[in-house]
């Protein structure tokens, strides 16, 4: 038997699974939030990603983004945003402070230099006077400044009395049952470049693990950085939709909501060599 076997040529198309591929298609099936908590973790991992926050948020002195999940500002349609509702609680937070404030066994003249404090209070629970303006104001003298500030700060809600974000946090991390000493030192010496995700530097200057640091980071979340936030009743939250449906032309469109997305950039301060 003669077998004839030849050459030939066959098209055929096959799609090829890449690793770029792959991740793309498990990036589609993320939310805006777990998107967001994906892109941190890479900039964590790659020191040439730097992701940019969102500048609407409340204010705060010397506040860095700590809580950007808790900025519900820019609210459409006539409702109320998120700052409009903190400014609702300023005079539930001086009533509640005047009501304790009765049963504080002090002398009339500290009743007095307390009282021109909470007078002195923004709508967050932030104490606006420094020292030097509350002698020439306030008629005291420094020594009962830092008397009736201790009087304030130990006032409820915890951390009201505060000059910054960082003073707030250690009150309320001290009423903790539980202490964290490397959480204390951040707040109080690198609030800053932690709330910036500069952990990498961080770690090698304290010789801490990058988990060690991840834990401060959820420790720190369970305070609460407005301490005037939730009084004044249940108020209505709202929150950032991955998605807006509108409109146009008498057609409905749905359009992806990019302004929940933290932006990225690659960080030009860091030299390649």
Known sequence: MNLEMGLFQQQTMKLVMTQQLRQAISLLQYSSLELSEYIEDQALENPLLEVLESEETPFIPDAPVLWRDRDESGVENGAESFLEQIKESRTDLTTILFEQLQHLNSDKATHDHITYLIYNLNEQGYLQVDVDKAVNEGSMTESQFHK?????????????????????????????????????????????????????????????????????????????????????????????????????????RVQLNDESLPRIRLNDSIGIY
């Open 148 to 252: 009736a500030l201790f009087h304030l700060q130990g006032m409820e809600p915890i951390g009201v009395g505060a000059r910054s974000l960082a003073e707030s946090l250690l009150i309320q991390m001290r009423e903790h049952p539980e202490e964290f000493e490397l959480a204390e030192t951040i707040v109080e010496f690198y609030l800053q470049p932690f709330a910036e995700k500069k952990w990498k530097a961080l770690s090698e200057e304290l010789q801490v693990t990058m988990k060690e640091l991840q834990d401060v980071h959820d420790y720190i979340q369970q305070f609460n950085p407005w301490p005037t936030q939730g009084m004044g009743g249940e108020q209505p939250r709202f929150i950032t939709p991955d998605v807006y449906v509108v409109r146009e032309d008498d057609q409905w």
